[in-house]
């Protein structure tokens, strides 16, 4: 089966397009202008043939070819068109090679987004893991519940 999506505009076989885009958008360093975009000129995208989603404050206009060979399916984004999708992209831990692919889709950054946005890229796994808490979120919650079951035993002794 040939796809005519790839971020090289060549054809290729579509099993091969999930595997390979990723590496040929990497290699694509061509910044396209941006603009600031409102939360409610965003809100109007959400269908499939007009498609933008949030991602760390940028904008990515989603073309139908792309979400055809999403490979979670169109449906996975277009339920989230004309959102902040910045928790659902993070919550399936996308690599950093769909990242760079994502990076070819920016057209603008969110309306009140830092000067950072203007120029920044999707952030890689490396740069946001450090950011999302993790463990070191949960530290203080987990010490509380050993002090309150320590606590409990204390005075139950007595």
Same mark, same amino acid.
């Given at each position: 089966?040939?796809?005519?999506?790839?971020?090289?505009?060549?054809?290729?076989?579509?099993?091969?397009?999930?595997?390979?885009?990723?590496?040929?958008?990497?290699?694509?360093?061509?910044?396209?202008?941006?603009?600031?975009?409102?939360?409610?000129?965003?809100?109007?995208?959400?269908?499939?043939?007009?498609?933008?989603?949030?991602?760390?404050?940028?904008?990515?206009?989603?073309?139908?070819?792309?979400?055809?060979?999403?490979?979670?399916?169109?449906?996975?984004?277009?339920?989230?068109?004309?959102?902040?999708?910045?928790?659902?992209?993070?919550?399936?831990?996308?690599?950093?090679?769909?990242?760079?692919?994502?990076?070819?889709? !920016?057209? $603008?950054?969110?309306? #009140?987004? =830092?000067?950072? &946005?203007?120029?920044? %890229?999707?952030?890689?796994?490396?740069? !946001?893991? $450090?950011?999302?808490? #993790?463990? =070191?979120?949960? &530290?203080?919650?987990? %010490?509380?519940?050993?002090?309150?079951?320590?606590?409990?035993?204390?005075?139950?002794?007595?």
């Amino acid at each position: 089966q040939v796809s005519a999506y790839s971020p090289s505009r060549q054809l290729v076989p579509k099993c091969a397009s999930q595997t390979f885009a990723p590496l040929a958008m990497a290699e694509n360093t061509e910044t396209k202008a941006r603009r600031e975009i409102s939360e409610e000129e965003l809100a109007k995208h959400n269908k499939e043939d007009d498609c933008w989603i949030c991602v760390h404050d940028l904008i990515l206009a989603l073309p139908k070819d792309f979400l055809d060979e999403h490979p979670g399916g169109p449906d996975v984004i277009t339920a989230l068109g004309g959102t902040d999708a910045t928790t659902s992209y993070e919550d399936i831990a996308h690599s950093d090679s769909a990242r760079d692919w994502s990076n070819k889709y !920016i057209i $603008g950054y969110k309306e #009140g987004a =830092s000067e950072e &946005a203007k120029v920044k %890229l999707i952030p890689k796994t490396s740069e !946001i893991s $450090g950011k999302s808490g #993790g463990m =070191s979120a949960l &530290a203080p919650a987990v %010490l509380v519940l050993i002090l309150a079951v320590v606590a409990y035993f204390v005075f139950q002794s007595n």
